[in-house]
């Protein structure tokens, strides 16, 4: 029973145009909502995080929405880089849990 | 060190073989988690420290697995009588408290130790 869920596992996009990378809970009861990026044979990093009781956060070219009565966020890159090629993780943090609650993950291929 | 560091980073197992998997934190970074990522998927809670105090082992997936952290620093996760599902990649995060704070820069994550059990 996945309480995190990425339903596209991958997407690909044009250097210079906008990702938009989706994410769905079930666990109302979660805090906070963060986002990871990850290249092979590394470690997830921290990208970006929002709170339940925010609906926006923008941190340069990264800006993550939520919307709380559809249980959806969303994170949108602008514009995407070839840099930006990764595998993206929604992650929730709360509900009862120590620990967060990943995805399964969306791979992201910037086109040149 | 500057950021969290983990060995090995590749290990193959036969199976039955117990395997130790080390886990070096941000220095003076008081909670410390473990993860485990079978391909394909994203990471899932093993288990959660609070300095030495191991205050959350839900996550592990059977006895087999042990995990410690005996000075409040370095933490060694434990595998006994490893099986072909065992393999998958060990996550080791850390981060200076488990509180709101922590959502603002999120955990530091390890590059991992790539279990294989043949």
């Known amino acids: 029973d996945q309480q995190v869920k990425q339903n596209s596992p991958s997407l690909s996009v044009q250097e210079g145009r906008i990702s938009i990378l989706n994410c769905d809970y079930t666990?109302?009861?979660?805090?906070?909502f963060l986002w990871y990026k990850k290249y092979p044979a590394e470690g997830p990093t921290f990208l970006i995080s929002?709170?339940?009781?925010?609906d926006k956060n923008e941190d340069g070219r990264f800006t993550v929405f939520l919307n709380k009565s559809a249980k959806h966020l969303s994170l949108h890159i602008v514009p995407s880089q070839p840099g930006d090629s990764a595998v993206y993780f929604c992650?929730?943090?709360?509900?009862?849990?120590?620990?967060?609650?990943f995805g399964k993950g969306t791979h992201l291929i910037i086109q040149p | 060190g500057a950021g969290v560091s983990q060995s090995p980073r590749y290990k193959v197992a036969k199976r039955g073989q117990d395997v130790a998997l080390r886990c070096d934190p941000i220095?003076?970074?008081?909670?410390l988690f473990w993860y485990q990522q079978a391909l394909g998927q994203g990471p899932e809670f093993l288990t959660y420290?609070?300095?030495?105090?191991?205050?959350?082992k839900s996550g592990l997936p059977s006895d087999r697995f042990f995990a410690e952290r005996p000075e409040g620093s370095v933490s060694t996760l434990k595998i006994q009588r490893t099986q072909q599902e065992d393999s998958a990649v060990y996550l080791c995060?850390?981060?200076?408290?488990?509180?709101?704070?922590?959502?603002?820069?999120?955990?530091?994550f390890g590059s991992g130790t790539r279990l294989t059990v043949v």
């Open positions: 995060a850390s981060s200076l408290l488990l509180d709101a704070s922590t959502a603002n820069y999120g955990y530091t």
């Open positions: 666990n109302s009861m979660f805090d906070y």
């Open positions: 929002i709170s339940s009781i925010k």
């Open positions: 992650a929730a943090m709360g509900g009862g849990a120590d620990g967060l609650t």
């Open positions: 220095s003076g970074h008081v909670s």
């Open positions: 420290f609070q300095n030495e105090a191991q205050l959350d």
